[in-house]
């Protein structure tokens, strides 16, 4: 398990390109019949891939529950959200089967076991990606449909930031503990992310960007609103954002990115926005 700890932003100002990319960015979200997991001290955020090709792969592949989380087994007290950026697979939950389409989302309440993932065509491997967190209390295991997202359309082609946000982990949706995810798709022409943009100092957020063209990227902009530094990232990256920091970014194509928060509340409109022209 890659572990990563908590960074004041009196010190991210300090850091040059390595360590901002040491801190905050995950460069390889999935590997072929493997699961990554990093474990984030901020909110205890801890972000998974998992890419069954010919094998099918368990949660706690690479975790050791008693040693890494003092527990017996992954979710004991934690949620979990993923959303599928492959092909068709499989989710297994303490033996319930849930079929996944592409971009399709499963929420997991905490107290199962047992959680199990397989792809239905190797040619064509899903590719789950998961947040989990910290939950008090167990909330029932749920399917949700891209087609039974709750759908929000934002920007324009005027401000190049056209786009629809897919809330699929949402209190629209269902009911957690602390855990939103959903993923955002911008319009043909369009590469502006989140902007206007904004902090919450009352949840932290995980952007995996996805849907990258290849021999293009995406300029992740963090720090604090005076302090801005920015991490050139390639498709299916993900980086760790703090409660202090901005979160927005801009690509050189258009492109799509899952977003997941945890922290005090599940508001989603709990934010703290800043005028472009206050940036620095």
């Not at 300090?14 to 360590?19: A, G």
């Not at 998961?130 to 997202?149: G, N, V």
Request: proline share 5%; with cysteine.
């Amino acid at each position: 398990m890659d572990v990563r700890y908590g960074a004041s932003p009196k010190d991210a100002r300090h850091y040059d390109t390595t360590q901002l990319r040491d801190e905050f960015l995950i460069e390889q979200v999935f590997a072929p019949d493997d699961v990554t997991t990093v474990y984030s001290h901020i909110d205890r955020v801890i972000t998974l891939g998992a890419m069954p090709v010919n094998e099918t792969l368990s949660l706690q592949k690479n975790v050791d529950p008693e040693k890494d989380l003092g527990v017996t087994y992954f979710l004991e007290r934690r949620e979990l959200g993923i959303i599928n950026l492959g092909g068709p697979g499989k989710v297994v939950a303490d033996g319930h089967l849930h079929q996944l389409a592409r971009l399709d989302a499963l929420y997991i309440g905490k107290e199962t076991r047992e959680v199990l993932f397989s792809s239905d065509a190797p040619a064509n491997p899903a590719k789950f990606y998961m947040t989990s967190a910290p939950a008090h209390t167990k909330f029932e295991t749920k399917l949700i449909t891209l087609e039974a997202a709750n759908k929000v359309e934002l920007g324009s082609f005027e401000t190049s930031n056209k786009r629809i946000i897919y809330q699929l982990i949402h209190p629209a949706v269902l009911e957690t503990c602390q855990l939103s995810m959903g993923c955002t798709i911008l319009d043909t022409g369009c590469v502006w992310n989140s902007m206007p943009c904004h902090t919450h100092e009352r949840r932290m957020e995980v952007y995996l960007y996805f849907d990258v063209p290849q021999d293009n990227l995406v300029f992740h902009y963090m720090g604090q609103p005076q302090e801005l530094r920015s991490i050139a990232m390639l498709n299916e990256q993900a980086v760790i954002s703090p409660s202090w920091s901005v979160h927005f970014g801009c690509g050189t194509s258009n492109y799509s990115f899952v977003w997941a928060m945890a922290g005090e509340n599940r508001t989603f409109t709990d934010m703290d926005h800043i005028k472009v022209t206050d940036l620095r």
